[in-house]
């Protein structure tokens, strides 16, 4: 229900994703449960469902905008990802899942 007129407002929320370790599910989460309407149990399910997942509704959109290509996105986003809290291999690079999510160290921010 917010910012419906924002093509890549998404986009944004992922890069606060990456930069931070949180976006708009926790920001909305955190609301939620000081308002007595979630518990932090709920929202924790909530944020973990949703949140640092990539935009894709919009991504092909975005990528012919900016005339780069996907792996140009992937690697525009490395370098600004917070590497100290997502899961990493053995030899330190960072774990995607199929959909090239990243997955925190960390999920309890609500």
Do not use: W
């Not at 926790?26 to 000081?34: F, K, L, N, P, W």
């Amino acid at each position: 229900y917010e910012n419906l007129d924002t093509r890549y407002v998404a986009l944004h929320d992922y890069f606060k994703f990456l930069k931070y370790g949180f976006g708009r599910a926790t920001d909305h989460v955190s609301i939620d449960i000081r308002n007595n309407r979630l518990t932090r149990e709920e929202g924790l399910k909530l944020v973990k469902q949703y949140e640092g997942k990539i935009p894709l509704d919009n991504l092909s959109e975005f990528l012919t905008e900016m005339e780069i290509t996907k792996e140009e996105f992937y690697e525009i986003c490395k370098k600004f990802t917070a590497q100290e809290i997502f899961k990493k291999d053995q030899t330190g690079n960072l774990l995607y899942d199929k959909d090239n999510n990243l997955e925190k160290i960390i999920c309890d921010n609500p």
